[in-house]
Protein backbone atom coordinates (compact mmCIF):
# COMPACT_ATOMS: atom_id res chain seq x y z
CA UNK A 1 0.00 0.00 0.00
CA UNK A 2 1.05 3.30 -1.03
CA UNK A 3 2.02 5.53 1.90
CA UNK A 4 2.17 9.64 0.72
CA UNK A 5 3.72 11.43 2.74
CA UNK A 6 2.57 15.27 2.64
CA UNK A 7 5.70 17.70 3.38
CA UNK A 8 3.18 21.21 3.27
CA UNK A 9 3.48 21.88 7.05
CA UNK A 10 7.36 21.93 6.75
CA UNK A 11 6.93 24.72 4.24
CA UNK A 12 4.13 26.39 6.68
CA UNK A 13 6.86 26.60 9.60
CA UNK A 14 9.70 28.09 7.12
CA UNK A 15 6.89 30.73 6.33
CA UNK A 16 6.44 31.49 10.02
CA UNK A 17 9.47 33.54 9.59
CA UNK A 18 9.41 34.17 6.19
CA UNK A 19 13.04 32.36 6.27
CA UNK A 20 14.94 29.68 4.37
CA UNK A 21 14.85 26.68 7.32
CA UNK A 22 13.10 24.06 7.59
CA UNK A 23 14.19 23.11 3.97
CA UNK A 24 10.50 20.99 2.18
CA UNK A 25 13.25 19.32 -0.25
CA UNK A 26 15.54 18.16 2.56
CA UNK A 27 12.18 16.61 4.39
CA UNK A 28 10.96 14.79 1.62
CA UNK A 29 14.42 13.12 1.15
CA UNK A 30 14.58 12.05 4.84
CA UNK A 31 10.41 10.78 4.77
CA UNK A 32 11.88 8.74 1.38
CA UNK A 33 14.58 6.69 3.56
CA UNK A 34 11.83 6.42 6.36
CA UNK A 35 9.72 4.56 3.50
CA UNK A 36 7.46 7.10 2.01
CA UNK A 37 6.38 5.43 -1.10
CA UNK A 38 5.23 8.98 -2.05
CA UNK A 39 5.68 13.03 -1.33
CA UNK A 40 2.74 15.03 -1.37
CA UNK A 41 2.83 18.95 -2.08
CA UNK A 42 -0.17 21.19 -2.60
CA UNK A 43 0.26 24.41 -4.28
CA UNK A 44 -2.06 26.93 -3.68
CA UNK A 45 -3.30 29.68 -5.15
CA UNK A 46 -2.12 32.15 -2.18
CA UNK A 47 1.48 30.11 -1.90
CA UNK A 48 0.89 30.06 1.86
CA UNK A 49 3.52 27.17 2.17
CA UNK A 50 4.54 25.54 -1.10
CA UNK A 51 5.84 27.93 -3.63
CA UNK A 52 7.08 27.04 -7.32
CA UNK A 53 10.49 27.09 -6.15
CA UNK A 54 10.05 24.14 -3.93
CA UNK A 55 7.48 22.66 -6.53
CA UNK A 56 10.31 22.71 -9.52
CA UNK A 57 13.00 21.22 -6.47
CA UNK A 58 10.90 18.22 -5.33
CA UNK A 59 9.97 17.30 -9.06
CA UNK A 60 13.86 17.32 -9.87
CA UNK A 61 14.74 15.45 -6.70
CA UNK A 62 12.05 12.99 -5.10
CA UNK A 63 12.45 9.34 -6.65
CA UNK A 64 9.07 8.25 -5.87
CA UNK A 65 5.28 9.34 -6.32
CA UNK A 66 5.09 12.54 -6.68
CA UNK A 67 1.72 14.24 -6.07
CA UNK A 68 0.65 17.18 -6.71
CA UNK A 69 -2.46 18.59 -4.88
CA UNK A 70 -4.59 21.08 -6.69
CA UNK A 71 -7.29 23.38 -7.48
CA UNK A 72 -8.64 22.62 -10.63
CA UNK A 73 -7.78 26.44 -11.90
CA UNK A 74 -6.22 27.56 -14.82
CA UNK A 75 -3.16 28.61 -13.72
CA UNK A 76 -2.35 26.01 -11.33
CA UNK A 77 -3.67 23.50 -13.94
CA UNK A 78 -0.71 25.72 -16.24
CA UNK A 79 1.89 24.57 -13.66
CA UNK A 80 0.94 21.04 -13.04
CA UNK A 81 1.73 20.39 -17.18
CA UNK A 82 5.22 22.31 -16.75
CA UNK A 83 5.80 20.29 -14.24
CA UNK A 84 4.53 16.79 -15.13
CA UNK A 85 4.28 15.23 -11.25
CA UNK A 86 3.34 11.45 -11.43
CA UNK A 87 0.11 12.33 -10.02
CA UNK A 88 -2.18 15.20 -9.54
CA UNK A 89 -5.11 15.37 -7.00
CA UNK A 90 -7.76 18.23 -7.58
CA UNK A 91 -8.91 19.53 -4.16
CA UNK A 92 -11.16 22.32 -2.73
CA UNK A 93 -9.61 24.99 -1.89
CA UNK A 94 -10.92 28.17 0.26
CA UNK A 95 -8.34 30.80 0.93
CA UNK A 96 -9.78 31.39 4.65
CA UNK A 97 -9.63 28.13 5.32
CA UNK A 98 -6.99 26.52 7.79
CA UNK A 99 -6.92 23.03 5.91
CA UNK A 100 -9.28 21.58 3.28
CA UNK A 101 -12.53 21.41 4.92
CA UNK A 102 -14.26 18.58 2.65
CA UNK A 103 -14.07 16.68 -0.89
CA UNK A 104 -14.61 18.48 -3.71
CA UNK A 105 -18.39 19.12 -4.61
CA UNK A 106 -18.64 17.04 -7.89
CA UNK A 107 -21.90 17.80 -9.04
CA UNK A 108 -21.45 21.68 -8.93
CA UNK A 109 -18.26 21.95 -10.29
CA UNK A 110 -18.47 18.84 -12.53
CA UNK A 111 -17.60 21.20 -15.69
CA UNK A 112 -14.56 22.84 -14.55
CA UNK A 113 -13.40 19.66 -13.11
CA UNK A 114 -13.73 17.77 -16.30
CA UNK A 115 -12.04 20.54 -18.58
CA UNK A 116 -8.80 20.30 -16.09
CA UNK A 117 -9.23 16.14 -15.72
CA UNK A 118 -8.93 16.34 -19.75
CA UNK A 119 -6.09 18.35 -20.24
CA UNK A 120 -3.91 16.91 -17.41
CA UNK A 121 -4.64 13.16 -18.23
CA UNK A 122 -4.25 14.45 -22.36
CA UNK A 123 -0.18 15.62 -21.08
CA UNK A 124 0.26 12.21 -19.47
CA UNK A 125 -0.88 13.05 -16.25
CA UNK A 126 -3.02 10.45 -13.98
CA UNK A 127 -5.58 12.58 -11.88
CA UNK A 128 -7.44 11.78 -8.37
CA UNK A 129 -10.47 13.65 -6.86
CA UNK A 130 -10.50 14.57 -3.40
CA UNK A 131 -14.18 13.36 -2.67
CA UNK A 132 -16.28 12.72 0.38
CA UNK A 133 -17.49 9.05 1.06
CA UNK A 134 -20.18 8.90 -0.92
CA UNK A 135 -20.96 6.28 -3.30
CA UNK A 136 -22.50 9.01 -5.65
CA UNK A 137 -19.20 10.96 -6.00
CA UNK A 138 -17.61 8.28 -6.82
CA UNK A 139 -19.64 7.58 -9.95
CA UNK A 140 -19.55 10.89 -11.18
CA UNK A 141 -16.16 10.76 -10.68
CA UNK A 142 -15.28 7.78 -12.72
CA UNK A 143 -17.95 10.05 -15.72
CA UNK A 144 -15.95 12.75 -15.07
CA UNK A 145 -12.72 10.81 -16.53
CA UNK A 146 -10.42 10.36 -12.81
CA UNK A 147 -8.45 7.91 -13.27
CA UNK A 148 -8.29 7.34 -9.12
CA UNK A 149 -10.47 8.85 -5.46
CA UNK A 150 -9.20 9.94 -2.81
CA UNK A 151 -11.69 9.28 -0.03
CA UNK A 152 -12.33 12.41 2.74
CA UNK A 153 -11.63 10.25 6.14
CA UNK A 154 -12.04 13.53 7.93
CA UNK A 155 -15.32 12.94 9.46
CA UNK A 156 -13.89 9.56 10.27
CA UNK A 157 -10.70 10.88 12.25
CA UNK A 158 -12.61 13.78 13.91
CA UNK A 159 -15.77 12.33 15.03
CA UNK A 160 -17.27 11.44 18.01
CA UNK A 161 -16.89 7.78 19.93
CA UNK A 162 -21.03 6.96 18.43
CA UNK A 163 -20.21 8.41 15.37
CA UNK A 164 -16.83 6.87 14.39
CA UNK A 165 -17.71 3.88 13.17
CA UNK A 166 -21.07 5.08 11.19
CA UNK A 167 -18.25 7.79 9.24
CA UNK A 168 -16.32 4.41 8.91
CA UNK A 169 -18.56 2.70 7.07
CA UNK A 170 -19.13 5.63 4.84
CA UNK A 171 -15.86 5.43 3.41
CA UNK A 172 -15.71 1.84 2.97
CA UNK A 173 -18.73 1.70 0.94
CA UNK A 174 -16.91 4.42 -1.47
CA UNK A 175 -13.73 2.37 -1.71
CA UNK A 176 -15.84 -0.15 -2.21
CA UNK A 177 -17.88 1.51 -4.91
CA UNK A 178 -14.61 2.83 -6.67
CA UNK A 179 -12.53 -0.53 -6.59
CA UNK A 180 -16.01 -2.07 -8.55
CA UNK A 181 -16.12 0.26 -11.39
CA UNK A 182 -12.52 0.38 -11.65
CA UNK A 183 -10.78 3.81 -10.11
CA UNK A 184 -8.10 3.59 -7.97
CA UNK A 185 -9.10 3.79 -4.25
CA UNK A 186 -6.62 6.39 -1.92
CA UNK A 187 -8.05 7.83 1.33
CA UNK A 188 -6.55 10.70 3.70
CA UNK A 189 -7.40 13.76 6.23
CA UNK A 190 -7.15 13.76 9.78
CA UNK A 191 -5.13 10.29 9.84
CA UNK A 192 -2.75 9.55 12.62
CA UNK A 193 -1.17 6.88 14.89
CA UNK A 194 -4.43 6.23 16.85
CA UNK A 195 -7.10 6.32 13.97
CA UNK A 196 -5.24 4.67 10.89
CA UNK A 197 -5.07 1.26 11.34
CA UNK A 198 -8.83 0.70 10.84
CA UNK A 199 -8.73 2.66 7.88
CA UNK A 200 -5.36 1.21 6.49
CA UNK A 201 -7.09 -2.92 6.92
CA UNK A 202 -10.37 -1.92 4.30
CA UNK A 203 -9.37 -4.25 1.43
CA UNK A 204 -8.94 -2.24 -2.10
CA UNK A 205 -6.79 0.05 -1.03
CA UNK A 206 -4.02 1.32 -3.12
CA UNK A 207 -3.13 4.18 -0.70
CA UNK A 208 -3.10 6.88 2.04
CA UNK A 209 -1.52 10.52 2.23
CA UNK A 210 -0.86 11.68 5.37
CA UNK A 211 0.61 14.94 6.31
CA UNK A 212 0.10 16.66 9.62
CA UNK A 213 0.53 14.25 12.02
CA UNK A 214 3.45 12.66 10.50
CA UNK A 215 5.41 15.87 10.56
CA UNK A 216 4.09 16.58 13.92
CA UNK A 217 5.50 13.48 15.40
CA UNK A 218 8.76 13.98 13.69
CA UNK A 219 9.34 17.04 16.01
CA UNK A 220 9.61 14.84 18.37
CA UNK A 221 11.30 12.07 17.33
CA UNK A 222 12.44 13.00 13.59
CA UNK A 223 11.03 12.44 10.18
CA UNK A 224 12.61 9.01 9.49
CA UNK A 225 11.21 7.50 12.32
CA UNK A 226 7.71 9.11 12.31
CA UNK A 227 7.50 8.03 8.66
CA UNK A 228 8.54 4.34 9.56
CA UNK A 229 6.17 4.12 12.41
CA UNK A 230 3.69 4.95 10.27
CA UNK A 231 4.42 2.61 7.82
CA UNK A 232 4.53 -0.07 10.28
CA UNK A 233 1.31 0.52 11.39
CA UNK A 234 -0.55 0.52 7.43
CA UNK A 235 1.91 -2.33 6.71
CA UNK A 236 0.42 -4.08 10.14
CA UNK A 237 -3.49 -3.40 9.72
CA UNK A 238 -3.23 -4.19 6.05
CA UNK A 239 -2.22 -7.74 6.51
CA UNK A 240 -4.42 -8.06 8.83
CA UNK A 241 -7.30 -7.03 6.32
CA UNK A 242 -6.37 -9.60 3.81
CA UNK A 243 -6.71 -12.42 5.95
CA UNK A 244 -10.26 -11.41 7.14
Same mark, same amino acid.
Given at each position: ??????? #???????????? +????????????????? !????????????????? #????????? %?????????????????????????????????????????? !????? +? +? #?????????????? %??????????? !?????ADIGADMVEIHTGRYADGQRGKKDEELMRVIKAIRKATDIGLGANAGHGLNYYNVSKVAGIDGLRGLYIGHSIISRAVLVGIERAVKEMKELINNAADVGKQC
Open positions: MVLGVNV #DHVATLRQARLG +KEPEPVMAATLAVLGGA !DGITVHLREDRRHINDR #DLELLRKVV %PVEFNLEMAATKEIVKIAIKTLPDLVTLVPEKRQELTTEGGL !DVRRG +K +K #DIKNAVKLLRDNGI %PVSLFIDPSEE !DVEMS
